[in-house]
């Protein structure tokens, strides 16, 4: 089955080859979008030397990763997509797993890449031989989703994001307002949102999540957009 995989960028030019050159060593049948946000650091200029000529776009505003996804998407035409930060490093055989537990779950709206503990598991659910943790959220660094459930939704939403937004989700800023309203969204319409019993990604770029005062925070912010 093929997939749309679509990353979003903003500097962070060693990360984003990482994250790219995973990709193109572990997918198998896929079609690669790239956003990005008024990089700085030479990673627009890596961007457009993309083998394969992927959906390109590139702004000198940023637009923060939330509005970026949302573009992407109504661009994509496959069933189920992929939506990652510029920090992720893919693992192999993920592709196959992610189709699998779609095909598997038909109520599945949102495939999580990684399990984090400060998300809370509802329950398990095994299907054909299958198991997904059932969670309240999944991060959203890296996330993949029926189409459909996510225009349905109306995508992470047309909205600039800002410390007060964050705050009051109450999810720390590692998901993001966008990402917790979808999953909102995705369940009020019958879709669950999950993870596997085994990671599909590194998060390479981890930033601890317990306060707006951490060190990275700047990256942080200014990979959202957030002023």
């Known amino acids: 089955m093929t997939i749309n995989i679509g990353?979003?960028?903003?500097?962070?030019?060693?990360?984003?080859?990482?994250?790219?050159e995973?990709?193109?060593?572990?997918?198998?049948?896929?079609?690669?979008?790239?956003?990005?946000?008024?990089?700085?650091?030479?990673?627009?200029e890596y961007l457009r030397t993309i083998p394969n000529r992927p959906w390109y776009a590139e702004s000198n505003i940023n637009f923060g990763a939330d509005y970026a996804k949302d573009i992407m998407v109504k661009a994509m035409e496959s069933e189920i997509i992929v939506l990652s930060d510029n920090d992720v490093v893919f693992k192999p055989n993920w592709q196959e797993k992610v189709v699998q537990a779609f095909d598997t779950f038909p109520h599945l709206g949102c495939?999580?890449?990684?399990?984090?503990?400060?998300?809370?598991?509802?329950?398990?659910?095994?299907?054909?031989?299958?198991?997904?943790?059932?969670?309240?959220?999944s991060s959203g660094?890296?996330?993949?989703?029926?189409?459909?459930?996510?225009l349905e939704a109306g995508g992470m939403g047309d909205f600039h994001d800002t410390p007060e937004v964050w705050a009051s989700q109450g999810n720390g800023y590692f998901i993001g307002?966008?990402?917790?309203?979808l999953q909102d969204k995705l369940r009020k319409n019958g879709w669950i949102t999950a993870c596997l019993e085994?990671?599909?990604?590194?998060?390479?770029?981890?930033?601890?999540?317990?306060?707006?005062?951490?060190?990275?925070?700047?990256?942080?912010?200014?990979?959202?957009?957030?002023?």
């Open 7 to 20: 990353v979003i960028s903003c500097d962070r030019i060693e990360l984003t080859k990482r994250t790219i």
């Open 22 to 44: 995973s990709l193109l060593v572990t997918a198998k049948d896929y079609r690669l979008f790239l956003w990005d946000n008024a990089s700085k650091d030479g990673t627009q």
């Open 111 to 137: 495939l999580g890449f990684w399990y984090h503990c400060w998300h809370t598991l509802k329950y398990k659910l095994s299907r054909l031989g299958q198991t997904i943790h059932v969670m309240n959220y």
């Open 141 to 150: 660094c890296c996330l993949a989703f029926r189409r459909d459930a996510y």
């Open 177 to 181: 307002p966008g990402n917790t309203l």
């Open 198 to 227: 085994d990671n599909l990604a590194d998060h390479i770029g981890f930033i601890s999540t317990t306060g707006w005062e951490m060190s990275g925070l700047a990256d942080v912010k200014k990979f959202y957009g957030i002023t």
